[in-house]
């Protein structure tokens, strides 16, 4: 492998072009360290290969659980520079933030204390644009701006929420409360949707499970002091502590099968509920479709690519008959099934 040129440098990291391969490119970490939107800066020695080191072995654990990733292999550049050689992909303009203890932008905009446990995880969309502050943004937003489909916001969601159940596991071993964090996703050229960018102290909101000590870049945005001692400290635990790559914590999701007849077809059913409703003086009635609904529900599974495309064969040759009828797939993730480490009496100052 040899690096070849510069083809993107953002505020955390570079992107090399390979000169042995189209498909994958090189992702240096950097030291520096920025904050709201980049106006307060610094540089820290050692923490960009801090930084890679962390996420590789965080993007490892997750790719041993079935998530879709990026993520290839960590690169030891010499002279305390690291870098990840990734999969080629077209990052998608939204960060996707979950929450499961209310902190940061989430306690400001909603004037909740920082520390109070959430009833259940909290997915949020923001849109990357570093000129209009990262923005949040609905569902319905990104969708209606061509952001996403709405297939891709479900996946997403879905993604994230199975995400956060294992990265929960993750932490908790480490002696760690997992608050919140942010993901970015990127589009490969044949479509697949994969986790991509970096999960790190920059990236997630980690507390000690006994002191409560903050573990990750809040440290920096509050100046709250011992910012390296803390991404070192992660590291350390991640070190120390074998179980967790491998691991399989316990999973939980739904994915349910909307099947109607095709408009095209006569639904008797659908016709005979019209009629009554309309005997019973519902006068606006125009069309009712009937149908059935299944749930499958998958333990110890990670819903991907490959899950996606096997359950969509299994619709269009088991579930359903093409010919008469269609259907719509969709998702429930079961939170916190196995993971009982919020408790209510977490609370920050
Ligand atoms: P927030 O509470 O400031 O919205 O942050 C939510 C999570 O997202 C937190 O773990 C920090 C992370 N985050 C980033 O990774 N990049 C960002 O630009 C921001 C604002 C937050
Ligand atoms: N990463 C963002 C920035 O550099 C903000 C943050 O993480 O607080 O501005």
Not at 151 to 168: G, M, P, V
Not at 237 to 249: A, K, S
Request: charged share 25%; aromatic share 8%; with cysteine.
């Amino acid at each position: 492998m040899r690096i070849m040129k510069k083809i993107y440098e953002g505020k955390a990291k570079i992107v090399y072009e390979l000169d042995d391969t189209a498909e994958e490119c090189l992702i240096e970490y950097k030291n520096s360290l920025t904050a709201f939107d980049g106006t307060k800066k610094d540089s820290i020695a050692g923490k960009g290969s801090l930084n890679a080191r962390i996420s590789a072995k965080i993007f490892e654990f997750l790719s041993n659980n079935g998530v879709d990733t990026h993520f290839v292999k960590l690169e030891n550049l010499g002279e305390d520079r690291f870098a990840h050689v990734c999969k080629k992909v077209t990052i998608l303009p939204l960060e996707v933030v979950c929450r499961n203890i209310a902190a940061g932008s989430f306690s400001r905009r909603y004037g909740v204390q920082e520390g109070t446990p959430l009833k259940n995880p909290v997915i949020e969309f923001f849109l990357k644009n570093d000129a209009l502050h990262d923005p949040l943004i609905t569902e319905q937003g990104a969708v209606s701006l061509g952001l996403a489909t709405p297939t891709e916001i479900e996946y997403l969601k879905t993604q994230a929420l199975l995400i956060n159940e294992l990265l929960r596991y993750f932490f908790d071993r480490l002696g760690l409360i997992l608050v919140d964090f942010k993901l970015e996703f990127g589009r490969t050229s044949d479509g697949r949707i994969l986790l991509a960018d970096e999960i790190t102290p920059d990236t997630v909101r980690i507390w000690d499970k006994k002191t409560l000590e903050i573990v990750d870049k809040d440290r920096f945005r509050r100046d709250l002091g011992n910012v390296l001692g803390a991404y070192e400290d992660l590291w350390n635990r991640i070190q120390d502590n074998p179980l967790i790559v491998g691991e399989h914590p316990s999973l939980k999701f739904h994915v349910f099968f909307s099947v109607r007849m095709h408009p095209t077809v006569p639904d008797s059913s659908g016709m005979i509920l019209k009629r009554a409703l309309e005997w019973m003086g519902f006068g606006a009635v125009s069309h009712v479709v009937s149908g059935r609904l299944m749930r499958i529900t998958f333990t110890n599974a990670m819903l991907n690519h490959e899950l996606v495309t096997r359950l969509t064969d299994v619709a269009q040759n088991m579930l359903t008959n093409p010919a008469i009828e269609e259907y719509l797939m969709s998702f429930e993730v079961e939170s916190g099934t196995s993971l009982p480490l919020i408790k209510e009496s977490i609370k920050r100052d």
